[in-house]
Each structure stands twice: as structure tokens, then as C-alpha cells.
């Protein structure tokens, strides 16, 4: 039985950085299986090949089959695989990480662990959405009264450049279809940010559910993530989409969105921008990425390897 330090899977330096990765790939009544290292999507057309580490997100809908052994590749590569429901407005992620250290999201710990340190970092998520403004100083309260004021102008914004009329923003959990063309395509776009933003945190070994402005849901961090880019990414897509009619609107916001994101090289801007807030330090990433490597804690901050018995002989093995 082989240890986790010695797994057989991919190591990172073998993986596509998740930021050279497709944004997501979305796919609906087909069923997906492994070739090698890809992934199938066999339907009625035939069967599509599907390159495993190049995928940020795979976005299954209604219809889809997985098989047990597609998963595994997928997990292996670190890809999230998002369940979207009817009409994209539910979903379940899931992931693994491309690192093998656990240096990420240690830093993430801490500074969540921390009530001053955790505000820095949401102030710091404020002054990404508020380039002009210095959040420093301000209260929690006054940092959510300048989002909610930063999305309505958005929302209008938009408005007026797309001509799309716009009354309210409204999200109806159970039923797509219940809203207008606009807030349908703002709903369809903020799911693919929230699977995008997921698969992201989980190749970086981050934890989705603690989160520094979001709290309380298992996702957290993922949706403060994804908040991120609400304004300069997937409204604008959104709206966009529905520029273009009602017809088939969920599928065209993804396209749009896709289009935005690989525009924008988002990816790279999340994995960047998640590094600077927690301030993790790339020489150390560097130097813990060299190898695939288990420790026990001792005192005095001392690590010592894992697998071996310290209570006698240093060179037996336990494990």
C-alpha cells in the first residue's frame, strides 16, 4: 500500500497550469467515459475527444451520464466537474488540487483565522473591485453599502450600452424561466463564474468554504472569488446574450462568457489575484513544489518526515 506522498497520479509539472486551461466545457445529454488520458462525450453525433488537463471546469447538464473512471482522470488532473441543473440556475462542484503542497491554504487559514487579518484581506478583495477608493478604515457594513451601490450602477450601465431594458435583478432558485431575459442571463453567467471560480480554488489546494466577505456556506471563498469579476466579466456578458434575443438564452451567455474569460485571461488573474491576497510568497510556492513531500510537526516548528517511527529506530518504516 503506497503512502500520499507516493501516489502514482500526475504531478503538477506534468499538469497544464490551471491558467493555460479552457475557461470550461460544457456538455448536455451525452455520456462521458475515459480514453486514456481524455475524457469521451459520446451522443447521437458520435464521440468527441476531450483532452483532461486542458479543462478548468466541465459543466454537466441535464442528460449527462459519467462513468466512474472519467472521474478519476478528472480528479486526477485537478479539474472541477460542475452538475449544472435545468437551465444552469443549480449546480455541485468538485476538485482536486494540482499542488501537492498544503502551503496555500495554510496561508489562508491563518489569516481567516484571525478577525483583524481577515478583514485585510476582505478590505483587500474591496480595493480590487474599487480601484479608485481606499476601503482601509472602513467597516464591514460600509464595504457591502459600496458593492450593492457598485452593481446597481453596473446593472444600469448596461443597460443603457446594450439597450437591453433593466428594472431590477431577481433570481427565482426554482424556476429559470420565471424571470426576464436579462436577469435569466445574469443568473446563467454568475453559475459558470461560480464553477470557474471553484475549479480555480481547488487546483491552487485552497479551501471553498472559508471565506473572508462570504461566510457560512461551504463555498464561501468561492463565491467571494467569483465576486471579483462580476462587473468586468460576466455582467457584461450577460447582457450582451440578451442583447442578442430570448431565444435560447442560457446557452448563448455561456458562449459569451467563455469568449469574455478567455479575452480576459481570467484564469490567470484568479490564480494571481488569490496569491496576492493571501500573501503567499511565490519563492516559497517554488521551493515547495520541487517535490511531493508528507512532514509531521515537532516542536519548536521543526518538520520531520512522515512514514517513519521516531519513537525508536529513525529508519523504520510504519507505513
Avoid at 462525450?41 to 483532461?52: L, M, N, Q
Avoid at 478528472?74 to 488540487?97: D, S, T
Avoid at 488573474?269 to 512532514?295: F, G, N, P
Wanted: proline share 3%; with cysteine.
Amino acid at each position: 500500500m503506497s503512502t500520499v506522498g507516493r501516489r502514482g497520479a500526475s504531478t503538477p509539472r506534468e499538469l497544464a497550469r490551471v491558467g493555460d486551461r479552457l475557461s470550461f466545457v460544457y456538455l448536455e445529454r451525452c455520456v462521458v467515459h475515459r480514453d486514456d488520458n481524455a475524457i469521451t462525450a459520446e451522443d447521437a453525433d458520435g464521440v468527441t475527444h476531450i483532452p483532461s488537463a486542458t479543462i478548468g471546469t466541465l459543466l454537466l447538464g441535464p442528460g449527462t451520464r459519467i462513468t466512474h473512471q472519467a472521474m478519476t482522470v478528472l480528479g486526477e488532473c485537478g479539474a472541477g466537474v460542475v452538475w449544472v441543473g435545468e437551465q444552469g440556475v443549480r449546480f455541485y462542484a468538485g476538485g482536486r488540487a494540482l499542488t501537492r503542497s498544503s502551503g496555500l491554504v495554510e496561508a489562508q487559514a491563518m489569516a481567516w483565522a484571525n478577525q483583524r487579518t481577515r478583514l485585510d484581506v476582505a478590505r483587500a478583495m474591496y480595493r480590487l473591485r474599487f480601484p479608485d477608493e481606499d476601503p482601509a478604515g472602513r467597516t464591514r457594513q460600509q464595504l457591502l453599502n459600496m458593492e450593492g451601490r457598485r452593481l446597481k450602477a453596473c446593472y444600469r450601465s448596461e443597460s443603457a450600452r446594450t439597450g437591453v431594458p433593466w428594472v431590477r435583478r431577481e433570481y427565482h432558485r426554482d424556476d429559470f424561466s420565471a424571470g426576464d431575459p436579462p436577469n435569466q442571463a445574469v443568473t446563467a453567467a454568475a453559475q459558470c463564474m461560480y464553477g470557474v471560480a471553484h475549479a480555480v480554488v481547488a487546483a491552487l489546494g485552497c479551501s471553498p468554504g472559508l471565506g473572508f466577505v462570504h461566510s457560512g456556506h461551504e463555498r464561501s471563498f468561492v463565491l467571494d472569488i467569483a465576486d471579483l469579476y462580476k462587473t468586468d466579466v460576466a455582467i457584461p456578458a450577460a447582457f450582451d446574450a440578451a442583447a442578442e434575443g430570448p431565444e435560447d438564452i442560457a446557452a448563448r451567455t455561456r458562449r459569451a462568457l467563455r469568449d469574455r474569460i478567455n479575452k480576459t485571461r481570467l484564469l490567470d488573474r484568479c490564480v494571481k489575484d488569490i496569491k496576492d491576497l493571501l500573501h503567499y510568497d511565490v519563492a516559497q510556492e517554488a521551493a515547495e513544489s520541487a517535490e511531493d513531500r508528507v512532514t509531521l510537526q515537532s516542536d519548536h516548528g521543526r518538520h520531520v518526515e512522515a512514514g517513519r517511527n521516531w519513537d525508536g529506530d529513525a529508519d523504520e518504516v510504519i507505513w
